[in-house]
């Protein structure tokens, strides 16, 4: 599996809140799975996340934040209504809260002020992709590998 | 000693020399300012909210077309009453179709979106203008999929547009149309495609010739 170079951010999922995907985009380049794969992925993610917060010592959990692993990291970033944004990056990447933040912000534009989109429901709105990829993109310039 | 009668918001009733203020008394907020700026995320909210109500009363891309403009009208005949009251200039009514035009993508689209528009074309064979805006705001958030192309949600502005036009007697068929855009699917470059009645280009010929 060759990997572009200067690509840190690889994969995000956006899950809803009763925990299917409603979107799915690499950034990477890599080979495109199965889409059932995709959605039992999710299906997992969300389903850690919900063990997680049942699981903590402390009284209350926002669930998971970040998993670390030698060959990638992956940021979650949870909405008040219960829409988890995943984002797998390369190790050494940073500024993720930042990115993930943005990616809420236009989700809450291009998704949420669509009249064609409806809520818990896949996303399929061109406008969302194009900004999407630009804001990866600069995501990615930010965060060159030294 | 007379009483000193009470007015309706039980303030003393001045002298005829002082007047009591009023909401009517209030300046019309209107040109640039604070007070004429509304939130674009409450406007794109409550568009997105008229356009689902008009597709669930629409049973025809023509018919929702139709019924967006019919909302859009009613603004464009306000707009222009406001515009001549408050608006910079606005003494002046436009006598040709040349400077209605420029009236339209000038001081009327920076009134409403605060933005000049971008181009003024005119198509040779039709006769139409075409006024263009790279990005128009009332899309701005709206990407329409694939199985609804025809659909267009600025027929809103084409709507304001035609009421502003019948509002100066200026008669004519406003359609609003996705142009082809060369920044890709990021904005929605659009036309607002003005089609003017015939004694209104008569008309128009004598006045210029």
Known sequence: LTKAKGMPAQCLYVVNKSGGLIYQQDFDGRPKLDSNEY????????AFFVIATQLTPTDSSSGIQTIETDSFRLHCFQTPTGVKFFLTVDPYDTGLDETL????????????????????????????????????????KKNKPN | ????????????????????????????????????????????????????????????????????????YAVGVRMLELNSFTGKGSAKRELTILDMLGFLSG?????????????????????????????ILVSQYISTPNDKSGLNCASLVAG????????????????????????????????????????VLARNAKMTS
């Open chain 2, 107 to 135: 001081p009327l689209w920076r009134r409403l979106f605060g933005k000049k528009a971008d181009r003024v074309e005119q198509t040779v064979e039709s006769g139409e203008y075409i006024i263009c805006d790279d990005n």
């Open chain 1, 39 to 46: 959605l039992r992925m999710a299906s997992a993610f969300h």
């Open chain 2, 1 to 72: 000693m007379t009483e000193v009668p009470t007015g309706a918001a039980g303030a003393q009733l001045q002298t005829p020399t002082m007047r009591v203020s009023s909401p009517l008394d209030k300046e019309i907020r209107g040109g640039s300012g604070k007070g004429s700026e509304v939130s674009l995320s409450a406007f794109a909210f409550l568009f997105s909210e008229l356009v689902q109500y008009t597709q669930s009363k629409s049973a025809s891309v023509q018919e929702f077309q139709q019924r967006l403009a019919e909302v859009g």
């Open chain 2, 160 to 199: 304001i547009v035609q009421g502003v036009l019948d509002s100066s007697e200026f008669n004519a068929t406003v359609v609003a149309h996705n142009m082809q855009s060369d920044t890709g699917p990021k904005a929605s470059r659009t036309g607002i495609f003005i089609r003017f009645d015939e004694d």
């Open chain 1, 101 to 140: 933040a943005e990616i809420y912000e236009l989700y809450a534009d291009y998704a949420l002020k669509n009249p064609f989109y409806e809520l818990e429901m896949p996303i399929r709105c061109e406008k969302f992709d194009a900004n999407l990829e630009q804001l990866v993109q600069r995501h990615n």
